[in-house]
Nanobody, 127 residues
Framework: QVQVVESGGGLVQRGGSLRLSCTAS????????MAWFRESPGKEREAIAC????????SYADFVEGRFTMSRDNAKESVSLQINNLKLQDTGMYYC????????????????????WGRGTQVTVSS
């Protein structure tokens, strides 16, 4: 059974940093690109970043502006998301997703490209 588990969320002050982690088990990790999404209050789930099976390629959403960095460690079957200079609008639930293919999908920002999801980790940015 596939399990996707996020961790690392919490309450942080504006301008601070967080590192989110996600582990995926029950699958062949290197057969899948991985992605991070978030869902903020009153907004639809939006894509943040997607990384290829090898970690050699990463795509980011336009709003990232260099503040988010996604990485993966295949030996640990995990991915991470480093978020710097947190803003109030970064508040939300952050989800890790397993893509249906090893390479980054052309339309990687579409939720339909992912077959497994974690339950999310909450990030709250305070002023």
């Amino acid at each position: 059974q596939v399990q996707v588990v996020e961790s690392g969320g919490g309450l942080v002050q504006r301008g601070g940093s967080l590192r989110l982690s996600c582990t995926a088990s029950g699958l062949t990790f290197t057969n899948h690109a991985m992605a991070w999404f978030r869902e903020s209050p009153g907004k639809e789930r939006e894509a943040i970043a997607c990384i290829s099976w090898s970690g050699g390629w990463t795509s980011y959403a336009d709003f990232v502006e260099g503040r988010f960095t996604m990485s993966r460690d295949n030996a640990k079957e995990s991915v991470s998301l480093q978020i710097n200079n947190l803003k109030l609008q970064d508040t939300g639930m952050y989800y890790c997703a397993v893509a249906k293919q090893p390479a980054i999908p052309a339309d990687w920002e579409e939720t339909s490209r992912y077959k497994h999801w974690g339950r999310g980790t909450q990030v709250t940015v305070s002023s």
